[in-house]
């Protein structure tokens, strides 16, 4: 039997802690998080290279501009989910230690989600750009709430090297996600140039 603690560590009965990450890591909560970002990354990309793609060409400005917006404000989250992802897998797997995975995750800061544009423009967005943008924001706040956690508990730990593994990873997801900024370019500035004068930019 253990109890927890306010740091979402648990204490077993003869006083020993269990540490929030181990028990994050070992409960099969983290393979969870890690399937449905990887998920999400995976289906937001394949939907903004296809079938998004043709459904931003029918939008009329502003429309065609708060997609071109969105679609950015979540290509960037998921890159920022991403990343955490694979560090967080990294340090589970005994790639990395603690804190070489809390200076790496430094260097892409958490954001807190941008607010979209007006109710009633956003709801003129295709349905499967909103269903993914929710998804996105509803995972965010998970990993933020989760990476607070992991924060508070960590101690003085050996540094150890990143395994070259994770670099490959990186490398491939960045190569995942170009398609997709790219389009979104696109989609901005065709809209710019359909725009009549004066318009909303």
Known sequence: MSV???TGSSTRMDGTTIPFGQKF???GNF????EEGMSLVEATAAYLDGEGRTEAKA???PVSLTYATESMRLTTRLMQLASWLLIRRA???????PEQAFDDQNK???QAPQGTTEAETYARLPERLRELNEAS??????VIAIDKLLKAELDEAPRAGINDALGDQMS????AFGPMVENTFEIATSSDEDAPSGGTR
């Not at 924001?137 to 998970?142: E, Q, V």
């Open 25 to 27: 890591a070992e409960s």
């Open 91 to 97: 340090v589970n797997d005994g790639e990395m230690s």
């Open 31 to 34: 393979s969870s998080v890690f």
């Open 4 to 6: 927890e603690s306010k």
């Open 172 to 175: 491939r997801l960045t190569q």
């Open 59 to 61: 939008l009329e400005p």
């Open 137 to 142: 924001l509803n995972l965010y706040r998970r």
């Open 108 to 110: 892409v800061k958490f």
